[in-house]
């Protein structure tokens, strides 16, 4: 009983972050027409590839943008923050993958993009994979910034 109230609260996540102008019905679709194609496309259970997504995705920090004024010019400053939560783990991770799966110029629809991203990202090779490996290489190149937590 457990394990099913886990899996409709992600499900609920995927389609309110897929959702644009609150169309939910679309972004159901949207998530349907995915994991049935998942589901073809594989031998294993779509359950266990879509948790095995969320998990490879996450990431446990993320960086936070701020515009400094310093006279007439405004310089951006990113400072790296830990997310504590696992709900904003990912739901940050969700929003990576909308644009990953945004910018790609490529052919074919959004569900099929969306379950190719998610079959690879399984496999530990899909974009998302790289953006968050990227992000916490730089994170991790500045240290100095990381001490300001408590841990």
């Known amino acids: 009983m457990k ?9 609920t996540k995927i389609v309110n972050s897929f959702m644009i102008n ?3 019905k679309t972004s159901e679709k949207i998530l349907l027409k995915s994991l049935k194609s998942l589901q073809k ?23 936070n943008e701020q515009v400094v004024k310093k006279g ?5 400053k990113s400072t790296p923050s830990f997310i ?5 783990r990912i739901s940050t991770s969700l929003k990576s993958i909308k644009k990953v799966i945004g910018k790609k110029k490529r052919s074919g629809s959004f569900y099929s993009q969306l ?3 998610i079959l690879s990202s399984a496999a530990l090779n ?9 992000l916490q290489k730089q994170i991790l190149l500045n240290k100095r910034y990381l001490s300001k ?3």
């Open 115 to 117: 379950s190719e991203e």
């Open 22 to 24: 609150g169309e939910k």
């Open 41 to 63: 496309s594989t031998k294993k259970n779509y359950k266990e590839v879509l948790q095995l997504f969320i998990i490879n995705s996450t990431s446990t920090f993320k960086l």
């Open 72 to 76: 007439k010019r405004k310089v951006t």
């Open 84 to 88: 504590l939560s696992d709900s904003l």
């Open 3 to 11: 394990n099913r109230t886990k899996l409709t609260n992600l499900k």
């Open 149 to 151: 937590f408590r841990w």
């Open 126 to 134: 899909g974009q998302v994979i790289e953006k968050k490996n990227d």
